[in-house]
């Protein structure tokens, strides 16, 4: 049987909703599910270590497709696909199509909050309360005592919105079409008190990078989509990756369907049209694997920060529960993780409807994104998800 996460409120979103559904399955569930996927339409591309990686995510794992981007040492960017792009049609999945991105969003945002701390706008060290009076002061949740970058390093202690709006896997598809404003969520968080005061602890709390947004937006007097967009997305010239309008809820390029399963063995819905505003500056980019890659490469090798703002980025705290297995460690936005191979890479991942996507990039110029079209429903598929990406890794450090 899957082992259930020890401490839920510490994970993200797939690992919490993993949770319930684990405890919702029996044995013998239906084999419409993500366990029934044999006939995947793979491609039929270069079998390396890459290639079985993703085939094995769909052949041993349910998912129904996967996409990879992964760029060698030797600078070399190869792109890879497995399983069906739509579970109705069984066409194969596109070659670097679009996916929602979810919490890699987080990345995107820091930088931008980062690039202001070097303009001089934003003080790391100044308080939520400062640049956004009022807003965080409810059942003991403090604006005056959280500073910005206890925001950016998820140490803030505020409660995570997540755990009041979505408490069933269910809500995953019966809130997919809802419509969610910023001070909405974060009001949700602030109906619960804080977890430790803040500084103390690491916790996960999509709540702190709603916030980060909203500091973005009082001091630009424009909006976070802009901000993240001028600054990141059309310098690095990436033409796949958008911040989605108010109430867009289609993708807008070439794409795979993207699935939730309430639990194990259960049959796959397809959300692949639904509101990501429930993100909103902690996850509602949408990107390919390519330009995700493209992106973190850039960040990692120091293109989009000044030195100061990059050694704030890459100082970290230890992070327990941010992945259910293997020892990481946050910075501000990106997370450090020592690889089987030897060395670190750096990466954040990303978890929402439809789609789960992770990634990691070293200094050495090695980078890989692995993108599912479903979110899993055990933490055995949420592993193999992480181990794709470090065997894609690893794989090419030569």
């Known amino acids: 049987m899957p082992v259930t996460p020890s401490d839920p409120s510490r ?42 990686q993703l085939d094995g995510l769909v052949d041993e794992h349910g998912f129904p497709g996967a996409l990879a981007s992964v760029r060698g040492s030797g600078g070399r960017v190869s ?25 890699n969003t987080k990345s995107f945002t820091a930088v931008v909050v980062l690039q202001l701390v070097g303009e001089g706008r934003i003080d790391l060290d100044g ?11 409810d059942n003991g949740n403090d604006g005056s005592r959280i500073t910005v970058r206890q ?41 619960s008190a804080p977890h430790f005061p803040p500084g103390e602890k690491w916790e996960y709390s999509n709540t702190n990078y709603v916030l980060a947004g909203l500091i973005v937006e009082q001091v630009t007097e424009r909006p976070i989509g802009e901000e993240i967009t001028n600054r990141i997305i059309r310098p ?3 033409r796949d990756t958008y911040w989605p309008g108010v109430g867009e809820q289609s993708l807008r390029g070439t794409h795979p369907h993207g699935y939730v399963a309430v639990a194990p063995g259960t049959p796959w819905v ?43 980025l890459t100082t970290t705290v230890p992070a327990p529960g941010f992945e259910p297995s293997g020892e990481y460690a946050y910075g501000l936005g990106v997370a450090r993780y020592e690889l089987p191979c030897g ?29 599912v079209t479903g979110l899993p429903t055990t933490e055995q598929m949420l592993g193999a998800v992480n181990r794709s990406v470090e065997m894609a890794l690893c794989g090419t450090a030569r």
Not at 26 to 48: E, I, K, N, Q
Not at 299 to 311: D, N, S
Not at 347 to 360: A, K, P, V, Y
Request: charged share 20%.
């Open 11 to 52: 994970r993200r979103r797939t690992v919490r909703m993993v949770s319930a559904a684990l405890a919702a399955v029996t044995v013998g569930a239906a084999l419409t599910g993500p366990s029934a996927f044999a006939d995947t339409g793979r491609h039929d591309g270069p079998r390396d270590v890459v290639q079985r």
């Open 79 to 103: 792109d890879y696909t497995a399983g069906v792009s739509s579970l109705q049609t069984r066409r194969p999945v596109p070659r670097d199509g679009q996916v929602r991105i979810g919490s």
């Open 127 to 137: 308080t939520v309360e400062h640049y956004l009076p009022g807003v965080v002061r």
């Open 151 to 191: 925001l950016l390093q998820q140490t803030s202690g505020l409660p995570d919105y997540d755990d009041v709006l979505f408490t069933k896997s269910q809500d995953l598809i019966d809130k997919s079409h809802s419509y969610y404003e910023p001070r909405r969520l974060v009001d949700a968080a602030l109906t």
């Open 236 to 238: 690095l010239g990436l």
């Open 270 to 312: 397809d959300v692949t049209e639904m509101d990501p505003s429930l993100g909103w500056a902690a996850g509602q980019l949408v990107s390919t694997p390519d330009e995700l890659r493209t992106f973190f490469d850039a960040l990692v090798g120091g293109r989009l920060l000044k030195p100061a703002q990059q050694a704030a």
């Open 343 to 371: 060395g670190y890479a750096w990466g954040h991942g990303g978890d929402i409807q439809g789609f789960e996507t992770r990634n990691l990039a070293t200094s050495d110029g090695r980078s890989a994104v692995v993108a």
